[in-house]
T-cell receptor, first 118, second 112 residues
């Protein structure tokens, strides 16, 4: 049973270009979470999606960032007009069902995509 | 909001040494607490968890006890191995009930 897949593992972009990061959740998982790890920082929550729905995007910058999880295919995190400050590791996680305060459903993490903006 | 603070690394130990990585939390109520481990080139893996005060999580020889008196969840292992070399993250569920808040991570290097 394959784990969470992310590609590419490394992505280099020049300022102003677009970055598209892909995440394929574990088989049977319909809940996807994206986190960002800036240099010297812990992982920060960005967005929580279910199939075809954004549940919570409160951690995602309002400008230039968007995320989707279509009915078919991987979840996509898209960053338009990248800037140097977007350089970070972006991690995707998936869970079988929704995690709540009373019932933790483990989030399984992918290996991350390391984005470098030149 | 809920947050964790963990000790800075890197930590370098000899094989069979005792390991402690400190983690303290600030939270509303008593959220579940976690330790994740990231081996080189891999994603984060859940190492252990504790869902309520005084719970002890354990796995692969690692232990951590949820202590509400000291708001701590320190990770310990009695005898580390070279294969334990990794980055360790303390985390908790934030007030949303699903987003994880992580510490900055502590890099551990175990030498033969």
């Amino acid at each position: 049973n394959a784990g969470v897949m992310q590609n590419p593992r490394h992505l280099v972009r020049r300022r102003g270009q677009e970055a598209r990061l892909r995440c394929s959740p574990m088989k049977g998982h319909s809940h996807v979470y994206w986190y960002r790890q800036l240099p010297e920082e812990g992982l920060k929550f960005m967005v929580y999606l279910q199939k075809e729905n954004i549940i919570d995007e409160s951690g995602m910058p309002k400008e230039r960032f968007s995320a989707e999880f279509p009915k078919e295919g991987p979840s996509i995190l898209r960053i338009q007009q990248v800037v140097r400050g977007d350089s970070a590791a972006y991690f995707c996680a998936s869970s079988l069902t929704r995690t709540s305060k009373s019932s933790y459903n483990e989030q399984f993490f992918g290996p991350g995509t390391r984005l470098t903006v030149l | 909001g809920n947050s964790v603070t963990q000790m800075e690394g890197p930590v370098t130990l000899s094989e069979e040494a005792f390991l402690t990585i400190n983690c303290t939390y600030t939270a509303t109520g008593y959220p579940s607490l976690f330790w994740y481990v990231q081996y080189p080139g891999e994603g984060l893996q859940l190492l252990l968890k504790a869902t309520k005060a005084d719970d002890k999580g354990s796995n692969k020889g690692f232990e951590a006890t949820y202590r509400k008196e000291t708001t701590s969840f320190h990770l310990e292992k009695g005898s580390v191995q070279v294969s334990d070399s990794a980055v360790y993250f303390c985390a908790l569920i934030d007030t949303s009930g699903y987003a994880l808040n992580f510490g900055k991570g502590t890099s551990l290097l175990v030498t033969p």
